[in-house]
């Protein structure tokens, strides 16, 4: 994290999970960086990562998936699994920055 906002990256998630159950994920697991709440899954759908019914009791969930966004919001890297436990290594984050310059 360190390494990233040195660069200038803010960090974000989003996921369909409510603000309180994001803040709990926040406290309990002590993330520092901003948890963005989108329940109907608009902003998820744009980026066509919803999966349909994947989540507990079949409820609908986002795809893991990381983007790299320049300023103007254009977004300059991405980093797309099939898998839950599946994300970007830090290393491969750091790689995407080169992107953004």
Do not use: C
Request: no cysteine; aromatic share 8%; proline share 7%.
């Amino acid at each position: 994290m360190s390494e990233l906002e040195a660069r200038g990256i803010r960090v974000a998630a989003i996921s369909v999970d409510s603000p309180d159950a994001s803040r709990n994920l926040r406290a309990k697991r002590g993330y520092t960086y901003t948890f963005l709440s989108d329940p109907d899954a608009a902003v998820i759908k744009r980026y066509d990562l919803l999966h349909p019914k994947a989540g507990p009791d079949e409820h609908d969930i986002a795809r893991p998936a990381e983007f790299l966004l320049d300023p103007s919001g254009t977004v300059r890297w991405v980093n797309l699994t099939e898998s839950f436990w599946i994300r970007a290594t830090p290393e491969q984050l750091l790689q995407g920055t080169n992107a953004l310059r």
